[in-house]
């Protein structure tokens, strides 16, 4: 890389798993650290950009959540393009939500178009006394399809910021493998949207062009 101090990544991350898991708090929680106990049902898509320092530099990941309801799947497919993390979330009180997980694999799988670092998020682990799915279904499917777990209470705070860490650190580690060898690899991260913006005047107005969402 040139110029590797002034070096910034962004990275895009994505919410997803059925209505009412939790996905919209897990995201408040992480980015504001608020919790909303009578939070509505996403309408399309909402995102927020959260930074951390990885090897000294900045890794800022533009966070999306994403719809759950089946009425809203055709408009947010479209939102998985260029994402290279995602986050695949379940409600451990409801199987349903567990029995959904591979659907939405599949349809991550279909619409994302490079590598992208998943995990399998169970979350309201404070709802132990009506847990409808043990951790131990969940390690196991995890294992089965090659993704990282993790069981997270959006409620009490418990593993939601490590659960974000995880999947932005091997989205780094992904992507600084590949880019150390590859020229290539760049030109690809551009047309993705996954940045690498160099810290100059016109550094932002770059990060802002490249997220010209569905255009």
Request: with cysteine; proline share 0%; glycine share 6%.
């Amino acid at each position: 890389m040139e110029d590797e101090e002034g070096e910034e990544y962004l990275f895009k991350v994505v919410i997803i798993g059925d209505s009412a898991v939790g996905k919209s708090n897990l995201l408040s929680r992480y980015a504001r650290n608020e919790f909303n106990i009578n939070s509505k049902a996403t309408i399309g898509v909402e995102f927020q950009t959260q930074s951390m320092e990885i090897d000294g530099k900045e890794v800022k990941a533009q966070i999306w959540d994403t719809a759950g309801q089946e009425r809203f799947r055709a408009v947010t497919s479209a939102y998985y393009r260029g994402a290279v993390g995602a986050l695949v979330v379940y409600d451990i009180s409801r199987r349903s939500t567990f029995d959904s997980v591979a659907r939405w694999l599949d349809e991550l799988k279909t619409h994302s178009e490079t590598t992208v670092a998943r995990m399998l998020v169970g979350n309201k682990s404070d709802l132990e006394n009506i847990r409808d799915v043990s951790v131990e279904e969940g390690k196991s499917l995890a294992e089965a399809e090659g993704l990282f777990f993790i069981e997270t209470s959006a409620l009490d705070s418990t593993n939601v910021k490590k659960a974000f860490e995880i999947v932005i650190r091997e989205i780094y580690n992904n992507i600084s493998r590949k880019v150390l060898n590859s020229d290539s690899y760049k030109a690809e991260l551009s047309v993705n949207r996954v940045s690498l913006v160099s810290n100059g005047a016109d550094g932002a107005k770059q990060a802002n062009s490249r997220y010209s969402c569905c255009s």
